[in-house]
Nanobody, 115 residues
């Protein structure tokens, strides 16, 4: 299993970014996917999740209405569109899949929200 995130960077408050996660090594279309984020010294936080077919999504309360998770099962990709970004959204964003009881994680992509 390999998960590779991309799309992070520096953005001003109120700006937008689209993160991508390329998945390989498993039957992507069979598994729900999740985005987490982590700030040094804090616990990893669930950002959003999406069902295997993409028909159902869920979000942490602080992200509702600002973030959108989506997936393309033909390309083995999952995305996180982030709008109205705030300085407190600064974190490493990490792609995740739970497969046969094991969590698999990417290395993450850093998002910095600052003026």
């Amino acid at each position: 299993v390999q998960l590779v995130e991309s799309g992070g960077g520096l953005v001003q408050p109120g700006g937008s970014l689209r993160l991508s996660c390329a998945a390989s090594g498993f039957t992507f279309s069979s598994y729900p996917m999740r985005w987490y984020r982590q700030v040094p010294g804090k616990e990893r936080e669930l950002v959003a999740g999406i069902s295997s077919a993409g028909s159902s999504t869920n979000y942490a309360d602080s992200m509702k209405g600002r973030f959108t998770i989506s997936r393309d099962n033909a390309k083995n990709m999952v995305y996180l569109q982030m709008n109205s970004l705030k300085p407190e959204d600064t974190a490493v964003y990490i792609c995740n899949v739970l497969r046969y009881g094991l969590n698999y994680w990417g290395k993450g992509t850093l998002v910095t929200v600052s003026s």
